[in-house]
C-alpha cells in the first residue's frame, strides 16, 4: 500500500526556505551557519525542476526533518558555543 503525501503549496515551500534560513541564523558558529544556509539554497535548487507529485511531496517532508533536525542541532550548539568568534565575523577597526 503506497500513502501520498499532499503536494505542498508554493507559500508552504517558501515559509519552508525562510525557515531554514532562520535557524542558521541560530548557530553561533560561523562555519556552520554558512553551511546550513548553503546547503539549503543548493537543495532546492536541486529540487525546484521536480515535476511528479511524489518527488515533491518526498521532498518537502524530507525538508521538513531536516528543519527539525537543525533546530534540535541549535540547541545543542548554543551549549558548546565557542568562545572566540570566527575571523569571518570580526570587524575591521
Not at 503536494?7 to 508552504?12: M, N, Q, T, V
Not at 524530507?62 to 533536525?69: A, P
Request: charged share 25%.
Amino acid at each position: 500500500m503506497t500513502v501520498t503525501l499532499p503536494l505542498p503549496s508554493r507559500p508552504e515551500v517558501l515559509s519552508l526556505f525562510r525557515s531554514l534560513l532562520r535557524v542558521a541564523h541560530n548557530f553561533p558558529d560561523y562555519n556552520i551557519r554558512e553551511y546550513i544556509k548553503r546547503r539549503t539554497i543548493d537543495a532546492f535548487r536541486q529540487n525546484r525542476n521536480l515535476s511528479d507529485s511524489p518527488s515533491i511531496s518526498s521532498a518537502f517532508s524530507e525538508g521538513k526533518s531536516q528543519l527539525d533536525v537543525a533546530k534540535r542541532q541549535a540547541i545543542v550548539y548554543s551549549l558548546y558555543a565557542p568562545p572566540l568568534k570566527s575571523v569571518m565575523e570580526l570587524q575591521n577597526p
